[in-house]
């Protein structure tokens, strides 16, 4: 109890006090997990939407593996980029490994599952309502999936933030192919994990209650600025 | 508001120029604490910045042949010469060395504070199965503790429920051996910075057998041309120099020494 209590002193010590290091992760956390962010929405948002409104041969082979990707192992995500990004791997030449670069590949490769399946539930309800409409109008297939999309961008926002949840709270793919470096790719998470293996159990704490405070600050901001929960136009 | 625009800003302007390179290091060399010591004199020194990979010396070995970093620095001599046979590094260079010592509860029911040998304090600790806790990773640590249960002629493998290789660093291991009140074998320099401690005492020291030397071995440009060979040679000579031998021989936590400079000129 006495750790935990530490931890929330350190945790307002260190933001109270400026500190130049926690600013510098804090940072690269927020720029590593929004890159990743917005990446795999571009790839997931249409994707989940199609698969909602196009029937073909393997759809239910495709739901029921995009689903069972949405529990994908960071540390074996990790790896396997590692492998791919090592100068002695396939794409060695691009020296992209260590880089925050090859931190945001990873988490895209974790978050665009769970948001393309959360975007395929959301909007199979909502095609069930638009079907008619849509057909009777003649629309493209393409026009289709951009109407989804905006008229049902609550519920996707919820996908996208639990992408940015799983995005940003998440170490193990990140510590292999960043390789949590001082001043290069050493994020939240990572340094959490350095100061335990130190011991340094207050420390820890207290950036993982940053950490906390981060992810409650980007979805309040969030759901600020598109407006939702607000009377009208819930 | 001007003292955060002036850390944003200082955030994207620093080390712009400098030079870089990617050192593997074990986790016992950065958990002691030296390298936040050093890492700012070298820049200071040479304009190099280093960037340390914190993992465990079979994992530091692994980035070295996949070339992945430009230089590791490690402590275990038997991979370390393999390591250079097998022509990823053209040699390896003793830089300096620290010892290992057995951490354990202090009420020692194994009694090796009056052990002779570090062979002996092992021996008294599987007699009575009292909880031992194991690197299990393939770091140096971990082939230093397998090379003396060899010395003892007992096989790990066969041991029970009191032994646990947990496979984690050194840190996480000393948290593990203080949670469970175990026997831990760890270098002096990761025990005395750890914060942890516990119901944790030193309990065995000075077996010439727990010695432990640090080598420097830059990755082959011959096998992998991009390397860094500038910033390889740059850093071997200060690691080597006058200078880095009165830092690092004058490291010292909570009053004791930690390592020995012994690098050759």
Redesign the interface.
């Known amino acids: 109890m006495n750790e935990i209590w530490a931890g929330i002193v350190e945790a307002f010590r260190l933001i109270i006090t400026?500190d130049?290091d926690l600013?510098?992760i804090t940072?690269r956390s927020l720029q590593v997990s929004m890159s990743a962010l917005v990446i795999a929405c571009i790839f997931a948002l249409p994707f989940g939407t199609w698969l909602a409104i196009r029937r073909f041969r393997f759809r239910r082979l495709t739901i029921a593996t995009l689903n069972a990707l949405m529990g994908l192992p960071p540390v074996v995500v990790g790896l396997i980029v590692y492998l791919l990004l090592?100068?002695?791997?396939p794409f060695?030449v691009l020296?992209l490994?260590?880089t925050p670069t090859a931190m945001i590949i990873a988490q895209v490769i974790i978050i665009t599952p769970l948001i393309a399946s959360l975007t395929h539930q959301a909007m199979r309800e909502l095609w069930a309502e638009y079907h008619d409409l849509l057909i009777s109008l003649n629309t493209t297939s393409r026009q289709r999936i951009l109407t989804l999309i905006w008229d049902g961008r609550r519920a996707l926002l919820t996908g996208a933030l639990a992408g940015f949840g799983r995005a940003i709270g998440e170490v193990g793919a990140i510590m292999i192919v960043g390789?949590?470096?001082?001043?290069?790719t050493r994020v939240l998470t990572t340094a959490i994990a350095?100061e335990?293996?130190?011991?340094?159990?207050a420390l820890a704490l207290g950036l993982g209650f940053v950490l906390i405070a981060l992810a409650l600050l980007v979805n309040f901001a969030i759901h600020t600025l598109s407006r939702t929960e607000q009377e009208g136009t819930w | 508001m001007i003292?955060?625009i002036a850390?944003?800003v200082?955030?994207f302007a620093?080390?712009a120029l400098a030079e870089k390179m990617?050192l593997a290091v074990t986790?016992s060399f950065h958990?002691s604490g030296l390298s936040d010591l050093l890492l700012p004199v070298i820049l200071e020194d040479t304009g190099l910045?280093v960037?340390?990979?914190?993992v465990g010396t079979g994992q530091a070995l692994r980035l070295g042949?996949?070339?992945?970093v430009d230089a590791i620095l490690v402590h275990s001599e038997a991979a370390e010469e393999v390591f250079v046979e097998n022509g990823y590094a053209p040699y390896r260079r003793e830089i300096m060395y620290n010892d290992f010592v057995v951490v354990g509860p202090q009420t020692d029911p194994a009694d090796i504070a009056s052990a002779d040998t570090a062979v002996d304090a092992l021996t008294r600790i599987a007699i009575i199965k009292a909880p031992f806790v194991s690197r299990g990773d393939a770091s140096g640590t971990h082939k230093k503790e397998l090379f003396l249960w060899t010395s003892t002629k007992l096989d790990p493998k066969l041991f029970g429920t009191w032994y646990n290789a947990v496979g984690?660093?050194?840190?996480?291991s000393?948290?593990t051996a203080?949670g469970l009140g175990a026997y831990i074998l760890t270098d002096r320099a990761s025990w005395l910075?750890?914060?942890?401690?516990g119901e944790l005492d030193l309990l065995f020291e000075g077996d010439p057998i727990l010695f432990n030397q640090y080598a420097y071995l830059p990755i082959d440009s011959k096998r992998?041309p991009?390397v860094n060979i500038q910033a390889q040679r740059l850093l071997e000579s200060w690691l080597t120099s006058k200078r880095a031998e009165t830092l690092i021989n004058g490291y010292t936590v909570d009053g004791t020494n930690v390592f020995v400079f012994n690098a050759f000129r």
């Not at chain 2, 042949?65 to 992945?68: I, V």
């Not at chain 2, 910075?193 to 401690?197: G, Q, R």
């Open positions: 400026l130049r600013f510098e940072l090592s100068r002695s791997g060695g020296g490994l260590f390789g949590n470096i001082d001043h290069a350095l335990t293996g130190k011991g340094d159990f | 003292r955060l850390i944003v200082s955030l620093t080390t990617k986790t958990n910045e960037q340390l990979l914190i042949e996949a070339g992945d984690a660093g050194m840190g996480a000393l948290n203080s910075n750890f914060a942890n401690k992998h991009h």
